[in-house]
Nanobody
Framework: QVQLVESGGGLVLAGGSLTLSCAAS????????MAWYRQAPGKQRELVAS???????NYADSLKGRFTISRDNAKKTLYLQMNSLKPEDTAVYYC????????????WGQGTQVTVSS
C-alpha cells in the first residue's frame, strides 16, 4: 500500500508564494507518475501538473509560468512551487501517484487547503 501526505498549504495574500510537499511511503515501484490536482468549492477536480519518475513534466496551460512541479525520488517527495498566487488558486490541493502502464494502481493524498486572499 502507498500513503501520500501533503503539507505546506495555508493562507497567503495574493501575489505571494507557497511550496507544497507530498511525502510518499510504502511500496513504490519505478515507472510511476506523480501529480498535483486541485479542487475548488463547487468545481471539479482538475490537473495542476504532473511529473514522471524520469522528470518529464506537464502543466495545465493556465498555470504555466507560475507553478513548478518537481520531485526528489530518493526522498520519495513531490513538490509544487506556486508563485504569484491569485484568489482563484484557492482550492484543496491533492497529491496523486499512479502507474501509467498499470491501470488501477493509483493513490491519492488527503489534500491540503490553499487559500489566497485578495
Amino acid at each position: 500500500q502507498v500513503q501520500l501526505v501533503e503539507s505546506g498549504g495555508g493562507l497567503v495574500l495574493a501575489g505571494g508564494s507557497l511550496t507544497l510537499s507530498c511525502a510518499a511511503s510504502g511500496s513504490i515501484s519505478s515507472g510511476n507518475t506523480m501529480a498535483w490536482y486541485r479542487q475548488a468549492p463547487g468545481k471539479q477536480r482538475e490537473l495542476v501538473a504532473s511529473i514522471t519518475s524520469g522528470g518529464n513534466t506537464n502543466y495545465a496551460d493556465s498555470l504555466k509560468g507560475r507553478f513548478t512541479i518537481s520531485r526528489d525520488n530518493a526522498k520519495k517527495t513531490l513538490y509544487l512551487q506556486m508563485n504569484s498566487l491569485k484568489p482563484e488558486d484557492t482550492a484543496v490541493y491533492y497529491c496523486h501517484l499512479y502507474y501509467p502502464r498499470t491501470p488501477g494502481y493509483a493513490y491519492w493524498g488527503q489534500g491540503t487547503q490553499v487559500t489566497v486572499s485578495s
